[in-house]
């Protein structure tokens, strides 16, 4: 499986970006595919993730209500619209596929960061 990220960028605070991530090859091996997150000096973290089949979503406790993530099987693209953008959103978004295991994302591909640049 690629994956190919796009849409980072740089935001005002409050503001609002939406990435896209692009899959393709095996796509068929991986139920879940989502979105990580690395800050600057911070270990990376999961942010948002859907599942392929049914579009079951879940996020981080730091991202709902502003973030949504949504998938169109058609173009095998899964997007994450972020909205209310915070200055603490600053980092390289990763996407990822996999599958879940014991309830979490468990990733088996990465894709290339996408840096997203919230500025005060």
């Known amino acids: 499986v690629q994956l190919q990220a796009s849409g980072g960028g740089l935001v005002q605070a409050g503001g609002s970006l939406k990435l896209s991530c692009a899959a393709s090859g095996r796509t068929f091996s991986s139920s879940v595919i989502g979105w990580f997150r690395q800050a600057p000096g911070k270990e990376r973290e999961f942010v948002a993730a859907i599942t392929w089949r049914r579009g079951r979503s879940s996020y981080a406790d730091s991202v709902k209500g502003r973030f949504t993530i949504s998938r169109d099987i058609a173009e095998n693209t899964v997007y994450l619209q972020m909205s209310s953008l915070k200055p603490e959103d600053t980092a390289v978004y990763y996407c990822?596929?996999?599958?879940?295991?014991?309830?979490?994302?468990?990733?088996?591909?990465w894709g290339q960061g996408t840096l997203v640049t919230v500025s005060s």
């Open positions: 990822a596929a996999g599958s879940v295991v014991a309830d979490s994302f468990d990733p088996d591909y």
